[in-house]
């Protein structure tokens, strides 16, 4: 049923009870053994799905699981161990730049503060972000393309930018979930809600969050509204026209005649 009027608050609330219906279990989808090797399948999942990275990511770290081991091969060896994923010259770059920065920075292990983390060759704010919360435990949100496109189609956000989706989700969903929630938007992105080719009345959480379905349900309330207001008023005139007609017949009748 549609909720053209629902708060912003109203509708996180109801989102999170679909959510936690519909997606129980929340994996996290890039393969990795501990800190090192999720930060490395974080960088590497840039502009490549998670699929893909998992299929590159054995041959990788069999040949380098560790900062000392990753540091000690070439950029070309890197290349080309990950060429299969996109934007690979750039992420052979990043992963030998940040190896050698962890070994001679921080002996060796993952820094566990974005400032840190941020500093490494590679590392954005979401990367940072996915390494705290799911390597670390730490409340973070991270906000990629995806959830962020989500957010703005189920008007949690204004989709104006990925930081201020980040913000407007954390203050709409408690800490406690945020990690969750970011895994829990994905899967269900996936699975119920993709970018293109989407029937948004059909979708669990579109269905009643989705803009432009709000949009459809605010147009058509107006609309039907509009008709209303149109028919009392032809109703309206049809009676005061009834009505005078009536009236003159009535001063003919009483009239005197001559």
């Known amino acids: 049923m549609l909720a053209p009027s629902m708060k912003r608050a109203e509708r996180a609330q109801r989102i999170r009870e679909v959510l936690d219906e519909l997606i129980h279990d929340v994996p996290i989808p890039l393969a990795h053994q501990d800190p090192f090797t999720l930060l490395v399948a974080v960088v590497l999942s840039a502009q490549t799905t998670d699929k893909k990275v998992n299929e590159v990511t054995p041959a990788l770290f069999a040949r380098a699981r560790t900062p000392q081991e990753m540091a000690r091969l070439s950029v070309q060896e890197i290349h080309d161990l990950i060429r299969q994923v996109g934007l690979a010259p ?3 770059r990043a992963l030998a730049g940040l190896s050698k920065l962890l070994v001679e920075k921080h002996g060796g292990g993952v820094p566990r503060t974005f400032e840190e983390l941020e500093a490494l060759p590679g590392v954005g704010h979401k990367t940072a972000s996915v390494v705290l919360s799911q390597a670390f435990g730490i409340a973070t949100f991270p906000v990629d393309t995806h959830i962020h496109r989500l957010a703005a189609r189920w008007g949690l956000s204004s989709g104006k930018s990925v930081v201020e989706t980040e913000r407007d989700l954390k203050r709409l969903f408690p800490e406690s979930a945020w990690g969750k929630l970011h895994l829990q938007f994905i899967y269900f992105g996936r699975r119920y809600c993709a970018a293109r080719g989407h029937d948004a009345a059909q979708c669990p959480i579109c269905s009643f969050a989705a803009r432009t379905v709000r949009r459809a349900a605010h147009a058509s309330s107006a609309a039907a509204s509009k008709r209303a207001s149109a028919s009392r008023s032809s109703a309206t005139r049809r009676s005061g026209r ?9 001063v003919r009748a009483s009239a005197p005649k001559r």
């Open 242 to 250: 009834g009505l005078r007609a009536t009236n003159r017949r009535r």
């Open 90 to 92: 750039g992420k052979s």
